[in-house]
């Protein structure tokens, strides 16, 4: 191993260090607040319940939190994800949330997006090229996803595009989707459709 690989290898450790001393700082302050959630067994009996559980799909940036722009009572789950996209994988985890009967079949899909999305400002060649500068040996790997990045220009009609993929999941059937615009700036959320 060369001196700079050393240098590297002790560089991340500390980085690695530093970062899990400010992840348990973090929770050494939160802990004694903790209210004990409800069991899962507990959960499972919310889809018997005659509610109408409310998903939200929405983005993983940290300005997009629904329990603080909807007041949080109504929503059962939030999935969230680069862009709030309708992704297989969003779909699998309220399958998931189905099984387990934590939401009823006749629940609701909230997809909301938000202005100033990072995935406009970004294309899906600058993903691609960013990941194979990385991880060159997984260069086909990374031509083989699809980012879902978008324009500014496209917002609503890709919130319209991303309802529209959950109303035609057939595994899906029976739920409300519904699709809504937070915006960032006003922190006013707007319904699309």
Known sequence: MTANQVEQRSLTKMAE??????????NAKWHPTYKT?????????????????????????????????????????????????????????????????????????AVIHHTDCGMTHVTEDEIKGSVKKRTPTEAARAEGIDYGTFGKDEFEEIIRKDVQTFKDEKLLGGMDVLGFAFITETGELKPVC
């Open 17 to 26: 260090s530093t970062a899990t001393e400010r992840i348990l700082a973090g």
């Open 37 to 109: 959630p409800a069991t899962m067994e507990q959960m499972r009996l919310f889809g018997s319940s005659g509610d109408k559980p409310m998903m939200v799909v929405t983005c993983m940036d940290p300005r997009c939190d629904p329990s603080q722009f909807t007041g949080g009572d109504e929503i059962f789950a939030t999935i969230k994800n680069a862009g709030g996209r309708a992704t297989p994988d969003a779909i699998r985890s309220i399958l998931t949330l189905r099984a387990l009967n934590t939401v009823s079949d006749k629940g609701t899909v």
